[in-house]
């Protein structure tokens, strides 16, 4: 099992591109989250998806948008990026029943 | 007020020595509590759950106070190998609720020295 996977690792975008973050996991897992981890603010949940079919929006979800394509991935999408969104970007999984969330790698973005 | 507070540290400790990490949270309706492990530049990872009767898995002890809105994280014994960020971690809503979320301290660090 590969756990959760995320691409890609590190990206460097101009202000105003537009790209998609993606991940997937192979655990079965219902629930898919996305967060932002910045210097000295924690991780900060952006959108979830508690199961296929459904997302919502979480603490900071201006600027991004979230596809849950299938049970197994999870994308989330900067339309227009802005420096304000330079940061690292988890993505997470459980099952519907239990309590922890399983981490991802991490996709480090850079926006200038 | 934050949601969930931690000395941010740095923690710096002996091999061998013995040391507790602190947290507060905000939200009496909180319903579940937990340590993750982040080393650096890696994502974090569960280290426990922690339960209002107190909770032990191996060097590591975890204490919930609810009345006090307190958790801590207790490490004996203390290797080289623990030194990392611990985040205490709260969630409102049940494991099953659509609505479950996670909202995460900003850490407290640990560095183990020879």
């Known amino acids: 099992n590969a756990g959760v996977t995320q691409t890609p690792k590190f990206q460097v975008l101009k202000t105003g591109q537009s790209m998609t973050l993606q991940c997937a996991q192979d655990?079965?897992?219902?629930?898919m989250y996305w967060y932002r981890q910045d210097p000295g603010m924690g991780l900060r949940l952006i959108y979830y998806?508690?199961?296929?079919?459904?997302?919502d929006k979480g603490e900071v979800p201006n600027g991004y948008n979230v596809s849950r394509l299938n049970k197994r991935e999870f994308s989330l999408r900067l339309e227009s990026a802005a420096p304000s969104q330079t940061s690292v970007y988890f993505c997470?999984?459980?099952?519907?029943?239990?309590?922890?969330?399983?981490f991802g790698p991490g996709t480090r973005l850079t926006v200038t | 007020r934050k949601e969930v507070e931690q000395d941010p540290g740095p923690f710096n400790v002996p091999e061998g020595a013995t040391v507790a990490f602190n947290c507060t949270y905000s939200n009496s309706a909180s319903q579940s509590f937990f340590w993750y492990r982040q080393d650096c530049r890696k994502e974090p990872k569960l280290l426990m759950s922690v339960y209002s009767s107190g909770n032990e898995d191996g060097r590591f002890t975890a204490q919930l106070n609810r009345a006090s809105q307190y958790i801590s994280l207790l490490i004996r014994d203390s290797k080289l190998s623990d030194s990392a960020t611990y985040l205490c971690v709260v969630a409102l809503g049940g494991p099953s609720a659509g609505s479950y979320q996670l909202t995460f301290g900003k850490g407290t660090k640990l560095s183990v020295i020879p």
């Open positions: 997470a999984s459980k099952w519907t029943g239990t309590w922890g969330q399983y």
């Open positions: 998806s508690a199961s296929e079919g459904t997302t």
């Open positions: 655990m079965n897992h219902n629930s």
